[in-house]
């Protein structure tokens, strides 16, 4: 079914809903994962150009970023992560074909209406951007979860 999945985090509770889901369609598919966070800093957006070095923000996320992977890669799961700067739905779209991918799996907010407007949807914006099927998982903050 599917081969490789990418799969954009924001380093936030969001990812723990499409880590989940990703985790079980991976394992079902014998699929590789690709991982891909998108700094969108000032450091992050001008580093390739203005030969930058890495920002504290994005030591954080490349932290972040493997230690997802080990995660996955403990559950058997063949997987690899990517740190990208710049604008998240350029990349992420970008990606998926650099990447070969053939699904682009993500976490989403569930905002409506003028909160879309006013925050923008990246989830969106991809599924604008690519031929890749996007799957769209909503996500749920830690603390209104229900046990």
Known sequence: MYHRILVPLECSDY???IMAHVKDLAQLCHA???LIHVA???AARNQHQLVLRESDEMKKDREYLEARCEALESA????????????????IAAA???ERCDLVAMSTHGHRGMQDLLRGSVANDV???TTVPVLMVR???????TV
């Open 40 to 42: 969108d800093g000032w």
């Open 127 to 129: 599924r604008h951007r």
């Open 15 to 17: 990812d723990d809903a």
């Open 76 to 91: 058997g799961i063949d997987a690899e992560c990517v740190l990208a700067g710049g604008d998240p739905s350029s990349e």
């Open 139 to 145: 996500g749920t903050p830690r603390s209104l979860r």
């Open 96 to 98: 998926a074909e650099r």
């Open 32 to 34: 590789s994962v690709v």
